[in-house]
């Protein structure tokens, strides 16, 4: 990849989604807080992807959203003012639970 960026394709996983089209299934952790009219939720490893919805229901759909933005827009901000060859690849990391 000389001198241009190929951008990937945004996967991440929603119920009823065609699986044949996902390449790799990210687990993050949502949280849950009950409040008046509803929840707000944010994802425990990305702390700045917050939403809300009047049912949980909601509030998980409407996060994964936020989530799938986010990462979208972190890839492609990560390859800003980025000139030459690069090289991506995966790596792995061991997540702990919290209790």
Do not use: C
């Not at 945004?10 to 849950?32: D, P, R, W």
Request: glycine content about 8%; overall charge positive; hydrophobic content about 40%.
């Amino acid at each position: 990849m000389t001198g241009s960026l190929t951008r990937r394709p945004l996967v991440h996983s929603i119920e009823g989604m065609n699986t044949k089209k996902l390449q790799k299934v990210n687990t993050f952790t949502a949280v849950f807080q009950k409040v008046r009219g509803g929840y707000t939720t944010w994802i425990e490893e990305m702390p700045n992807v917050i939403s809300e919805g009047k049912t949980k229901v909601e509030a998980k759909i409407n996060l994964k959203d936020a989530l799938g933005l986010m990462l979208e827009t972190n890839r492609i901000m990560s390859f800003k003012g980025v000139a030459g060859d690069v090289e991506r690849s995966p790596i792995s990391f061991p997540v702990h639970q919290v209790a």
